[in-house]
Nanobody
Framework: QVQLVESGGGLVQAGGSLRLSCAAS????????IGWYRQAPGKQRELVAA???????NYADSVKGRFTISRDNAKNTVYLQMNSLKPEDTAVYYC??????????????WGQGTQVTVSS
């Protein structure tokens, strides 16, 4: 019911910036929150940042002050602006949508992921 497409990943040098985009389509009215997660090889997937339908945000301690999550409601798109990138930020970044409908109940949707590589 919800489709998520991430874009914006790539290779960047330490200290550089990238902006990731998560475009949502389908039953977007059912989405309660959008989160950005990342997973590095051999590591667990972790929450990086999240934004609720009401606009409240949360960030992992490791990215506070460097990353900013925002949304463009007209485009049904959530962004993750990543500044002052560090090699430890290297990971596949995934967009996640928490949704609820009377038909399905609570349900999570995931995008395909986009690779972010930060070189030293």
């Amino acid at each position: 019911q919800v489709q998520l497409v991430e874009s914006g990943g790539g290779l960047v040098q330490a200290g550089g910036s990238l902006r990731l985009s998560c475009a949502a389509s389908g039953s977007t009215f059912s989405i309660n929150a959008i989160g950005w997660y990342r997973q590095a090889p051999g590591k667990q997937r972790e929450l990086v940042a999240a934004i609720s339908s009401g606009g409240s945000t949360n960030y992992a301690d490791s990215v506070k002050g460097r990353f900013t999550i925002s949304r463009d409601n007209a485009k049904n798109t959530v962004y993750l602006q990543m500044n002052s990138l560090k090699p430890e930020d290297t990971a596949v970044y995934y967009c996640n949508a928490d949704s609820y409908t009377v038909e399905l109940g609570p349900y999570d949707y995931w995008g395909q992921g986009t690779q972010v590589t930060v070189s030293s």
